[in-house]
């Protein structure tokens, strides 16, 4: 035993080496072409390994049972043999993520400067600058016939005219208008114009007209707050006269949920009593 531990501690063509194999395992070690064959079991389980290297050369470790382990203080040059195992599967002990899908565990982040100068055909260039190659142009759908309406919610093209200009609904869309009337029979009590709308919902007044067919002139109050409330509005019409207001914008309602009213001040045979409204939150 004893002279088998000093051949392998002195071997002449490899300087210092010692190794201790396990148990029934064979390791061989090849300086410059040349094999040794080095088994037994020894009073430990591991020994290391010294290789003196005097000159450029290949030293081949082969281990047929257990890893080998390669510890050093300077740069060692380590190649694999061919179809060797190596874990291909993971990026720091995590799968990565591939294709389209949510981000996660695995996903790979990508940072972006905040100092990146600007990248040819993208479109961009400073402010007041000439328009740059492969600049984007917001823009829309030229209506020279009107398309099929969509449904609420859903997505549709932006309207322009042929010079690139918004075609544009003054308040509301025509979906959210609401035209009513009402006739004042020889009557000075308050009469409903417009039940109010749901909580939150604003019941605007567009343009009113008061026509009076009677013979008595009268004074008509609109109040938009419900029943009982201060006048608001006031339109008075002569007898067998017309008498109207439209404005630019419209008349906010001063509340919501809230009743339209119209009350006149004299009894006449009819006064008739005819309003747009816009509905809006």
């Known amino acids: 035993m004893k002279k088998l531990l000093f051949a392998i501690l002195f071997l002449p063509s490899l300087g210092w080496a010692s190794y201790q194999p396990v148990t029934g395992s064979t390791v061989t070690v090849s300086p410059y072409g040349g094999s040794m064959a080095v088994t037994g079991t020894f009073y430990q389980t591991t020994q290391p390994v010294s290789i003196a290297n005097p000159s450029a050369g290949v030293y081949t470790v082969t281990n047929s049972t257990n890893p080998l382990l390669i510890q050093s203080t300077s740069t060692i040059n380590v190649a694999l043999a061919a179809n060797q195992s190596v ?5 720091n002990a995590a799968t990565p993520l591939m294709n389209n899908g949510a981000s996660g565990t695995g996903s790979q982040r990508i940072n972006i400067a905040n100092d990146n100068t600007g990248i040819a055909n993208w479109g961009q260039g400073a402010t007041g600058s000439g328009v740059p ?3 984007t142009y917001q823009g829309g759908n030229v209506v020279t016939s009107w398309p099929t309406a969509g449904s609420n919610a859903n997505m549709v ?9 918004d075609v544009t609904i003054l308040d509301c869309p025509l979906d959210l208008q609401i035209s009513t009337t009402v006739t004042l029979t020889a009557s000075t009590s308050e009469t409903l114009l417009l039940s109010s709308g749901t ?16 013979s ?8 938009n707050t419900g029943y009982g409330t ?11 006269d017309t008498r109207g207001l439209t404005t630019a914008h419209v008349w906010p309602q001063q509340a919501s949920a809230s009743d339209w009213t119209v009350q006149g001040s004299a009894s006449s045979s009819s006064i008739y009593v005819d309003a747009v409204f816009c509905q809006r939150k």
């Open 216 to 223: 008595t002139a009268a004074l008509v109050t609109f109040r």
């Open 87 to 91: 874990n291909v599967a993971q990026i």
């Open 133 to 135: 190659s492969g600049a």
């Open 199 to 214: 909580t939150g919902v604003y019941n605007d007044l567009v343009s009113a007209v008061v026509s009076n067919s009677g």
């Open 157 to 165: 093209g932006k309207a322009m005219d042929k010079m690139g200009r």
């Open 230 to 240: 201060t006048g608001w509005i006031h339109i008075f019409v002569p007898a067998t």
